[in-house]
């Protein structure tokens, strides 16, 4: 609440007015509508179950620090822009906003901009036992984090049962999304876009023992040194629930569209994988890496069993190598089946660590906008039917 004083100078009423005002909208049903960063921080004291708080257009400071907000599946907490076309921007401090030991959490409708640290932060509050879950994050843009070093747009760790969605990720450090042991999640629809001056190391790293994640129906563009990392390198203590013998498990990526980076696809110390109906266009460097970067390697199993079918790559340009093998890996264990490989410049079959089933070779798709997020297959030619990203169905939401 705003209130104007005799001088004509506007002053904030004070934390006990604001929360009575906050309250009586709350047992009322009605959205808690805040408009400054006073209401916003007393809004986010206590929410409880059903809360939805809309945030007015405009400017708010970071630094926001939220722990054990509960929701439930039929009356969660909403944090969302009131104005989806001018959303709230949230600029100034280390981190825009950290939820910690959460349940059943909903943002949506923000901008995240200009964090040294990282943008938004979700963890378990270091109950790796009981995770945060049920978090949902869509239509958020993410933009100008770090820029250089171990820093993320959105770092979770301690996460299950969570979505992100429909958000934009521009320029950032470390990870555009990076999870230690992160279970039953999905990331889709979303925009991964690097830029100049910002280090990137990953767009969405999985690693810490995250299990069933699928990233899907996504557009990576110049997004890193590996746009999706299947794993990655977590020191011991920090796994979750607990260390087993793999940092990712059971991850699909399906349905997306990579354009440059240095590798669309990098398998690190992890168990299985599932790469399939994708469009890889111009990687700078590797179509795809199997490494072992963990230095935890007895504990850890050699990267092994990941599945890559049904993927379209088309390179046009230079490529340092097709398949990029680190030390102390199981590349035999890999499969091979129905990609459809348009490599100019280099010997049409690639050379794999496994023998490939059904391969498709140097058949032109005949790209309609290569390099954009809309790129399809316009070839007629019966071999690529069922390859590539336009060929992708996805899952069926329960």
């Known amino acids: 609440m705003i209130v104007e004083d005799t001088s004509g100078r506007v002053r904030l009423a004070t934390s006990a007015a604001c929360l009575l005002v906050l309250a009586a909208s709350a047992s009322a049903g009605l959205p808690l509508r805040v408009a400054n960063d006073t209401q916003l921080r007393l809004a986010l004291r206590r929410p409880r179950a059903g809360t939805l708080i809309s945030i007015a257009p405009g400017n708010y400071r970071g630094g926001i620090y939220v722990r054990g ?208 109906h994708n469009t890889i266009y111009n990687p700078d460097a590797f179509v795809l890496r199997i490494l072992q970067e963990n230095a935890h390697v007895r504990q850890l199993k050699p990267c092994h069993d990941g599945l890559f079918e049904h993927n379209l790559i088309v390179c046009t340009g230079r490529l340092r190598e097709v398949v990029n093998i680190g030390p102390k890996t199981a590349p035999q264990t890999f499969t091979f089946r129905h990609n459809a490989w348009y490599l100019l410049g280099r010997p049409p079959r690639p050379r794999l660590p496994a023998a490939e089933t059904d391969g498709v070779y140097r058949v032109d798709p005949k790209l309609k906008g290569p390099g954009t997020a809309e790129m399809k297959v316009t070839s007629t030619d019966p071999r690529l039917k069922g390859i590539g990203a336009g060929a992708y169905e996805p899952p069926k939401k329960r």
């Open 69 to 276: 907000a509960a929701g439930t599946e039929r009356e969660p907490i909403v944090i969302e822009g009131r104005d989806p076309n001018r959303p709230p921007v949230f600029h100034g401090g280390a981190q825009a906003l950290h939820l910690s030991d959460c349940s059943y959490v909903t943002l949506r409708h923000l901008v995240v901009k200009g964090f040294p640290r990282n943008g938004i932060n979700v963890d378990d509050g270091g109950t790796y036992k009981t995770p945060a879950h049920h978090i949902t994050i869509e239509f958020v843009a993410f933009l100008d984090t770090g820029p250089r070093g171990n820093l993320d747009e959105l770092k979770m760790s301690g996460v299950d049962r969570f979505a992100v969605r429909n958000c934009r990720f521009e320029g950032w450090g470390g990870s555009a999304i990076d999870m230690v042991g992160c279970h039953h999640g999905v990331v889709e629809d979303c925009r991964f876009t690097g830029k100049r001056g910002f280090s990137q190391a990953n767009a969405v790293q999985m690693k810490g023992g995250t299990t069933n994640v699928l990233v899907q129906t996504s557009f990576f563009e110049k997004a890193g040194q590996r746009a999706i990392n299947l794993g990655g390198s977590t020191g011991l203590r920090y796994f979750r629930p607990k260390l087993d013998d793999y940092e990712a498990k059971d991850i699909t990526v399906a349905g997306n569209r990579f354009v440059g980076g240095m590798a669309p696809i990098a398998w690190v110390t992890a168990h299985g994988g599932h790469v399939h």
